[in-house]
């Protein structure tokens, strides 16, 4: 076989791998429904922190990394009952960059950061986990968001609404500073 042939054949693979690669990913957050009555949902954040929030997973579903004092989201999905019940969790992880302004030097040549000095910001890094109460909601679920409060504190809520209208259950200020003690958990 000629290496043109070979080539093509090769091309045509990865096409074709990539293809149902996308297909499947855009699939999955499209059907709201399987046959155990979940629903998927959006996830979404909003950091209260000057930190930056370099990744969110919701019981193991991704969700958005979101800037200091900044928000993200409308990330596929993770899955909640059509109906709430008592006792309902998440388990929520995301890790954290605490000096996220700090000037991290460039390659010389190409382009990216020096492998030493991210790898020195970059060992900063604070990773968290926390299992949270999911609030109770009706028929109108609107997705999942977690709030990042100071103090590595978390709250979520699935209501419609948008953060600082009236009816908004989560009431903290949108930029928190630190306090110089947290308190112990």
């Not at 297909?23 to 959006?42: I, Q």
């Not at 990773?127 to 590595?152: Q, R």
């Amino acid at each position: 076989m000629s290496s043109e042939i070979r080539k093509s054949i090769s091309m045509r693979a990865i096409f074709k791998c990539y293809s149902l690669m996308i297909l499947f990913a855009v699939s999955g957050c499209s059907m709201a429904k399987n046959s155990r009555d979940y629903t998927a949902v959006d996830i979404n954040g909003i950091n209260h922190t000057d930190k930056a929030i370099n990744y969110l997973h919701i019981n193991g579903y991704g969700g958005p990394n979101i800037s200091p004092f900044g928000d993200g989201g409308g990330y596929c999905c993770v899955m909640l009952p059509d109906k709430w019940r008592v006792g309902l969790k998440a388990r929520i992880e995301w890790e954290v960059d605490p000096n996220p302004l700090e000037p991290i030097a460039m390659k010389k040549e190409g382009f990216g950061y020096e492998e030493d000095a991210y790898a020195k910001h970059a060992a900063n890094y604070q990773k968290y986990k926390v299992i949270v109460d999911i609030p109770e909601y009706d028929a109108e679920l609107c997705g999942l968001t977690v709030h990042f409060l100071s103090c590595n504190q978390i709250k979520v809520t699935t209501v419609c609404q948008k953060y600082g209208t009236p009816n908004y259950p989560i009431k903290e200020p949108r930029e928190m500073k630190e306090p110089a003690t947290c308190p112990a958990k």
